[in-house]
């Protein structure tokens, strides 16, 4: 997804939260805390994405239990942050994250720990089997240490496929 299409997919603050709900309550909208479903929407138009519990009379939202729990940070934010996390070649600085999003970078570098931290403990069922990965160099030159007759040997990738050849014929 490139920042284009997240900024153009959600809007609002309402839009996060109404594409959190779909994801999350799938299969209709629970409690948290009793796992009952007399759920309802709160009221409150400055409060969005809370809701209430009819049983346990607990008030929640939709972010409880997800890397978005308890943060001040606009959800709009960290959808843009998952985004450029996500697109960046070989990662992303807080400081230059703080830059992009217009944050302090100690507020950026949160959003990446928890980001990383989600990445890190959700479903590990999607990289099983073959993985393929672009541009990978394994390998490398050898460390420059005593001069020995080995110095002649090929160097970098393919070097392990021509020592065993050797080794074989």
Known sequence: MCL??????????ASCFTF???IRYKNGAYCPFCASLKVG?????????RWNCRDCYSSFRVTHGTLFQDSKVPMRTWFVAITLMMNAKKSISSHQL?????????????????IRD???????????????ADETYVGGKPRK???RKDDHKPRGPG????DAGDRIG
């Open 4 to 13: 284009v299409h997240t900024m153009n997919r959600f809007p609002t603050e």
């Open 20 to 22: 959190l709900e779909d």
């Open 41 to 49: 929407r709160k009221r409150e138009k400055q409060r969005i994405g």
């Open 98 to 114: 703080g830059r992009d999003l217009g944050i302090n970078h100690m507020t950026a570098w949160y959003i990446q720990t928890r």
């Open 118 to 132: 989600a990445m890190e403990n959700e479903d590990r069922s999607i990289l099983n089997g073959m993985v393929e």
């Open 145 to 147: 240490g005593n001069k």
């Open 159 to 162: 070097r392990d496929y021509e």
